[in-house]
């Protein structure tokens, strides 16, 4: 019956463990549930959310069914189909693309229409504002992004800043071994900075023999690992056999650092990082740019592990004076032209703060509890209040 629709509210993208958008889609779903004033109705087949952690169980089975029935309802396919419900679609790079090239087409326009943005290209142009005017409100995922589009003349513009899951990333007694373990995560292309990572840890390790890179940089997007060597600091790319799979190791050996002192994790579920944080002494995110504000840092904090972040775009939402080690120096990357206000992060800061950690451990672990008790206000149940207060005004 039509009346069940009166408190729909539908997600306009896929539902999933692996992705970020993926992992926000399913705690926003459950926190609306929770909520009471909508139903989560997700637009998109959802993928692998049988993986999921208990708490998500009940609200995969609902999700499921409405899926269905959803799809009867959105029958026809075309997108230019109207659902009798609100709609928050999610965007990035292509708000600024003429017509919105989303890579897929939305399933539907909603009877009200909402967006949520995290964008790393720095372009807004006429086709942002003509695309941003199909909103009645659109969110900026980081104060960042929010300002953009603001300086660019936005008025129906807001921010909404993530969560993390604060039952399943906190602080667990470390299993600290002989090492000093260096953790590095995000998928592995230039935007995340991995370049700069391996060539401070190339020198790092020269007098601390003791460390290891431990990484997470698994990447399905080949074309997008292509562009590693566009910061100058290494010569070559990553071999990608038949399979799709990354030889890390193979890469960062090439790049000067002793097999010894690298291990690669491959490709980790959500679930699993926590065992991931417990064995880092410390993380570093030299990110010349984030559109939102970082999922792994912030599982990271979460976890009390200290956190080595650049001091740029989305990263400052993260950064406060003791809750982690800003990388300061952050020279513009004018070779670029979408790139205005990304950080090109200082290898030699990153090699310094490094030391610093290693040398003092006790003011590592406090940085690494204020990261975690400043995370605890970015529950997924606070930041989605928020944004379905500002749905239902």
């Known amino acids: 019956s039509n009346s069940n629709l009166n408190n729909w509210l539908g997600?306009?993208?896929?539902?999933?463990?692996?992705?970020?958008?993926?992992?926000?889609?399913?705690?926003?779903?459950?926190?609306?549930?929770?909520?009471?004033?909508?139903?989560?109705?997700?637009?998109?087949?959802?993928?692998?959310?049988?993986?999921?952690?208990?708490?998500?169980?009940?609200?995969?089975?609902?999700?499921?069914?409405?899926?269905?029935?959803?799809?009867?309802?959105?029958g026809s396919g075309e997108g230019g189909l109207v659902c009798g419900f609100p709609v928050i679609h999610s965007l990035g790079n292509w708000l600024h693309d003429e017509e919105m090239h989303n890579p897929v087409k939305p399933?539907?326009?909603?009877?009200?229409?909402?967006?949520?943005?995290?964008?790393?290209?720095?372009?807004?142009?006429?086709?942002?504002?003509?695309?941003?005017?199909?909103?009645?409100?659109?969110?900026?995922?980081?104060?960042?992004?929010?300002?953009?589009?603001?300086?660019h003349g936005l008025t129906n513009v807001d921010k909404f800043i993530q969560g993390v899951d604060l039952n399943l990333f906190r602080p667990i007694p470390r299993g600290?071994?002989?090492?000093?373990?260096?953790?590095?995560g995000g998928k592995l292309e230039h935007r995340k900075g991995q370049d700069i990572t391996v060539t401070a840890f190339r020198e790092f390790v020269k007098t601390h023999p003791d460390a290891v890179l431990a990484t997470t940089w698994h990447n399905p997007w080949q074309e997008s690992i292509m562009g590693i060597t566009l910061g100058g600091h290494v010569a070559n790319v990553p071999r990608i056999d038949d399979a799709g799979n990354c030889d890390?190791?193979?890469?960062?050996?090439?790049?000067?650092?002793?097999?010894?002192?690298?291990?690669?994790?491959?490709?980790?579920s959500n679930h699993l990082m926590p065992e991931v944080f417990a064995q880092a002494d410390v993380a570093v995110f030299p990110n010349r740019c984030e559109g939102g504000t970082n999922l792994v840092a912030m599982e990271a904090m979460a976890s009390?592990?200290?956190c080595i972040l650049s001091a740029n775009t989305g990263h400052l939402d993260l950064i406060e004076d003791d809750n982690c080690y800003p990388i300061?120096?952050?020279?513009?990357?004018?070779?670029?032209?979408?790139?205005?206000d990304w950080g090109e992060s200082s290898v030699d800061e990153i090699v310094e703060l490094l030391c610093r950690v290693y040398a003092n451990k006790h003011e590592a672990r406090l940085r690494g509890e204020q990261g975690t008790k400043f995370m605890q206000d970015w529950s997924w149940e606070k930041r989605t209040k928020y944004l379905i207060d500002r749905i239902s005004e």
């Open 304 to 306: 009390g592990v200290p």
């Open 176 to 184: 600290r071994g002989e090492r000093f373990i260096v953790y590095s």
């Open 11 to 74: 997600l306009n993208w896929q539902l999933s463990l692996s992705s970020g958008w993926g992992i926000a889609g399913l705690n926003v779903s459950r926190e609306i549930e929770m909520d009471g004033r909508y139903r989560a109705v997700p637009l998109y087949p959802s993928a692998q959310l049988d993986h999921a952690s208990e708490k998500f169980t009940s609200l995969v089975d609902k999700l499921k069914r409405r899926e269905e029935e959803v799809a009867k309802v959105v």
């Open 248 to 268: 890390i190791m193979r890469w960062i050996a090439e790049n000067g650092v002793p097999e010894k002192n690298i291990h690669d994790y491959g490709m980790v």
């Open 328 to 340: 300061t120096n952050q020279a513009e990357i004018s070779s670029l032209p979408y790139a205005k």
């Open 107 to 151: 399933l539907c326009r909603g009877s009200r229409e909402f967006g949520i943005v995290f964008f790393e290209n720095n372009t807004p142009n006429d086709f942002t504002t003509q695309n941003a005017k199909q909103f009645e409100i659109l969110f900026g995922g980081s104060t960042w992004n929010t300002r953009v589009l603001r300086e």
